[in-house]
């Protein structure tokens, strides 16, 4: 049976990305590119480095760093930049930029192109692009305050939180060093999403250098066919470096998500978790990966994966989200698992409502707990037409 529900959070980059500063100028002049002060040029009034028009996350840690300066830019006098220096904790830091919607943009492809430059990465840089349905986050930048301000003023507790995704796409590279490099990110914008997130960033350690970015709203290319049997997911044994998943982890001390050669049900690699002993509450911690394709809309699709735990003092599961206009839809998980088990299968299967733009596929478990999780082999195919018709 579906259910309405909220997804599970996607701890790093989601809890950790909260505005700091605030919106953008009014009256910037309307142009193909939407993003404003796309070079980086344009100086905040008062502030010793941060661009107008631009934001950055907010970790509360001393080893992170953000700046605008003129050493390497790309192109014009400035470009910014992004540094990390301690990995005990997974976040997300990132520049951000938050871009409003309406129909004349529905029905289109978003198209984030910038130009990045890595010096010393250890782990994921990246360039992505979030559509939403968020009304808090509308009502910040239309208003050019803070989103936290708006939230408590309209009485939304973080539990009631009305925003969900309705498309999304990472673009991860993970080169230690690169020149200046030409990155893009491409998604759909569906009927009634209101805003659309770019950030481009790391996780991990390292320097990230971002400049000349753009973002263009242009016919949508043709969603791709459905073929009954085939795997829709990319990278399903994570022997290609898992970039096309997302590794969610809470910003616990010394909790792990990454890609693992030692251990594998078949090749070479798995994706492998492992959590401190400490965390304010319990969440959910894993790798998953989005389909954004609109023909999946009244299609009956199942998801398998290989589960395989070693002393885990918690539970393993999987899980499936659908994102429509009207909301997300999550169907209850099925098979469980806990303590020692060598490689198991576990598989769950639903039919997507009609209107689904985007859906999750997760494999996960319960964080902080003592104990290991690999999980390695894992589909999503689509069996047919949904066997519930009236959905």
């Excluded at 003129?70 to 400035?78: E, F, K, R, S, V």
Aim: glycine share 8%; hydrophobic share 40%.
């Amino acid at each position: 049976m579906l259910r309405k529900s909220r997804p599970v959070a996607l701890w790093v980059c989601l809890l950790v990305t909260l505005p700091l500063h605030g919106g953008a100028r009014a009256g910037a002049a309307p142009s193909a590119n939407r993003l404003e002060n796309p070079g980086f040029e344009e100086g905040l009034a008062g502030h010793p480095w941060m661009p107008t028009g631009w934001d950055t996350s907010r970790a509360g840690l001393s080893s992170v760093f953000f700046g605008r300066d003129t050493l390497l830019a790309h192109g014009g006098q400035y470009a910014v930049t992004v540094a990390n220096v301690n990995d005990a904790w997974t976040f997300s830091h990132n520049w951000s930029q938050t871009v409003l919607v309406g129909p004349k943009d529905w029905g289109k492809d978003a198209v984030l192109k910038i130009w990045t430059r890595s010096t010393g990465i250890e782990g994921r840089a990246y360039v992505m692009l979030q559509v939403y349905r968020d009304t808090i986050s509308y009502l910040a930048r239309a208003r050019h305050q803070l989103r936290d301000s708006v939230a408590i003023a309209m009485g939304v507790k973080p539990v009631d939180d009305p925003a969900f995704d309705l498309g999304w796409k990472r673009t991860v590279f993970t080169d230690e060093d690169t020149p200046w490099t030409l990155r893009e990110a491409r998604v759909y914008v569906p009927p009634l999403s209101n805003c659309v997130f770019v950030r481009c960033g790391l996780i991990g350690t390292g320097q990230l250098m971002l400049d000349d970015a753009s973002l263009t709203f242009e016919n949508a290319l043709p969603a791709p066919a459905l073929v009954p049997g085939v795997n829709l997911l990319k990278d399903p044994s994570f022997e290609e470096g898992g970039r096309d998943w997302e590794f969610s982890v809470p910003p616990y001390r010394n909790t792990v998500g990454r890609v693992d050669t030692t251990v594998a049900r078949t090749g070479r690699s798995s994706a492998y978790f492992k959590s401190g002993q400490m965390g304010m509450v319990t969440v959910g911690s894993g790798v998953c990966q989005t389909v954004c394709n609109r023909n999946l809309g009244g299609m009956h699709v199942k998801m398998s994966g290989w589960f395989k735990t070693d002393s885990l003092i918690s539970t393993a599961y999987t899980l499936m989200y659908f994102s429509t206009p009207a909301g997300v839809v999550s169907v209850p998980t099925k098979d469980r698992f806990s303590m020692n088990n060598d490689w198991v299968e576990a598989t769950l299967e639903a039919d997507a409502p009609k209107n689904t733009y985007a859906m999750w596929v997760w494999y996960e478990y319960n964080a902080p707990a003592s104990g290991e999780l690999h999980v390695d082999d894992c589909s999503l195919e689509v069996t047919g037409p949904a066997k519930n018709k009236k959905r």
